[in-house]
Structures are given as structure tokens and as C-alpha cells.
């Protein structure tokens, strides 16, 4: 069992930055995969961005590459989600999770995927 506790949205004006950090507590954290998905109201939960187990390797949604990266420290436990540049269109709340699997990280951008754990979601708003 994982519990994920993320921190770090707030409001923020277009083009300005927000640090997203997730502290998981439980099982081994290296043990994970781990990433970022959000969710706008009105619309699907949609993936973000995802790193591997030992933070080598990493993979984003084309909408936020080049301005959000993730990023892990697994001797905090903590994953962290910088974002840059942002947009209206970024509003969203954004979910932490963790998951055991072991496939590519571009399954995490498909509908179908799943994860193990979900953290409670934090709300990110950008103003234009």
C-alpha cells in the first residue's frame, strides 16, 4: 500500500511557473513508476507526464513538453512536477500516482491505462 499526498498548486498568472510535489509513504518508493495526470472540469482525467524507476527516464504528453518537467527524489520520496509557461488551458487538478507495472511509459498516455495508486488531487489555476 501507497499513500500519496500531493502540494504545491495554487493560482498563478499565463506564463508564470508552479512546483508540484507529491510525498508518497508506504512501500518502497523505488519500487514505482510514477506520474502526473489532470483533470479540467468538464473533462476526462488525461496523463501528464511519467518517470521511471530510477528518474533515467521520462516521458510527457505532447501539450506540456518543453515547459513541465518531472522529476524524483527517491531518498525523500517525493516526486516533484515543475511547470513553466503556463496557460489558461493548464487549470486542471492534478493527480499524483504510483504503479508497479512494468511496461513502456508511453502506455501511461493511452485511455485504457491504469495505475495502482491515486493521490487526493491539487488544484492549479492559471489566469489569463
Known amino acids: 500500500q501507497v499513500q500519496l499526498v500531493e502540494s504545491g498548486g495554487g493560482l498563478v498568472q499565463a506564463g508564470g511557473s508552479l512546483r508540484l510535489s507529491c510525498a508518497a509513504s508506504g512501500r518502497a518508493f523505488s519500487a514505482y513508476l510514477m506520474g502526473w495526470f489532470r483533470q479540467a472540469p468538464g473533462k476526462e482525467r488525461e496523463f501528464v507526464a511519467v518517470i521511471n524507476r530510477s528518474g533515467s527516464s521520462t516521458y510527457y504528453a505532447n501539450s506540456v513538453k518543453g515547459r513541465f518537467t518531472i522529476s524524483r527524489d527517491n531518498a525523500k520520496n517525493t516526486v516533484y512536477l515543475q511547470m513553466n509557461s503556463l496557460k489558461p488551458e493548464d487549470t486542471a487538478v492534478y493527480y499524483c500516482?504510483?504503479?508497479?507495472?512494468?511496461?513502456?511509459?508511453?502506455?501511461?498516455?493511452?485511455?485504457?491505462?491504469?495505475?495502482?495508486?491515486w493521490g487526493q488531487g491539487t488544484q492549479v489555476t492559471v489566469s489569463s
Open positions: 500516482a504510483a504503479d508497479q507495472k512494468q511496461v513502456d511509459l508511453t502506455y501511461y498516455s493511452g485511455k485504457s491505462s491504469r495505475v495502482d495508486y
